[in-house]
């Protein structure tokens, strides 16, 4: 912006904001997972089954090749484990000839979209965002409301939320075998797991609930109609 010629000091940096959402049970989690497999048939999960979740756009620059390329890798370590793309994009297509031709089929599943994924992170373990460029993403800080840990890459945009080691883990972008070590290493030590999705939920409490966000903005707005006012 500045590049672009807008002076510095009328450049305001405000965070995105998301509801707080109560954190994830093991009762709602159960239940989350028996009503998306009513409504979906290749929801339905064996029970037990480590779910990864990711939610977003199907676009080339989130990474999902990668992702996907991971998950066999990450079956040999837990079979039953499962992975659910939710969300529609051109690379929708491309994705589902991947998972047929690595043999994933029912262990990758492209859901589709939903009006609200809120019960989809209900009913994960573990989200995953493996995207190669981000904007300061509300899928993350969505996941992150909820106490769900998190794999993610480590890139400008994601490390401004996610600290590797307190919220979850960050893994060199675009390499599908580091994926695969973090995701296993969440399926296999759920407790530090479970304290990753605390601290970030705690985070987003702290930097990044949606009426930190709507304060940020009234008092900009407040701040500068007094100046306007001053100046007349």
């Known amino acids: 912006m500045i590049a672009a010629g807008y002076p510095r000091d009328r450049i305001h940096f405000i965070p995105n904001g998301v509801p707080l959402l109560a954190s994830v049970t093991p009762t709602a989690r159960h239940a989350a997972r028996a009503a998306l497999g009513q409504v979906q048939r290749a929801l339905e999960l064996p029970r037990g089954a480590p779910l990864a979740v990711y939610t977003g756009r199907l676009h080339e620059g989130k990474g999902l090749a990668h992702l996907v ?13 499962r992975l659910w793309l939710v969300g529609e994009g051109p690379s929708a297509t491309a994705l589902a000839e991947q998972i047929r031709a690595l043999g994933v089929e029912g ?11 809120e019960e989809v992170l209900q009913a994960a373990d573990l989200f995953v965002l493996p995207s190669l460029e981000e904007g300061m993403s509300l899928a ?4 992150m409301s909820l106490g769900l840990p998190l794999v993610a890459t480590d890139i400008a945009a994601n490390r401004a939320l996610v600290a ?17 070590e973090a995701v296993i290493e969440a399926f296999c030590d759920p407790s530090s797991a479970a304290r990753w999705g605390e601290q970030a939920r705690q985070r987003v409490a702290a930097e990044f609930a949606l009426d930190h966000m709507v304060d940020r903005h009234l008092e900009l707005f407040e701040r500068l109609l007094g100046s306007a006012g001053s100046q007349r």
């Open 107 to 117: 262990r990758v599943v492209l859901a589709g979209s939903f009006d609200d994924v």
């Open 69 to 81: 390329a991971a998950w066999p890798l990450v079956l040999q370590r837990h079979p039953q484990a």
């Open 140 to 143: 993350l800080l969505e996941a």
């Open 164 to 180: 590797d080691g307190v919220h979850g883990r960050l893994v060199p972008a675009g390499q599908p075998a580091k994926l695969a």
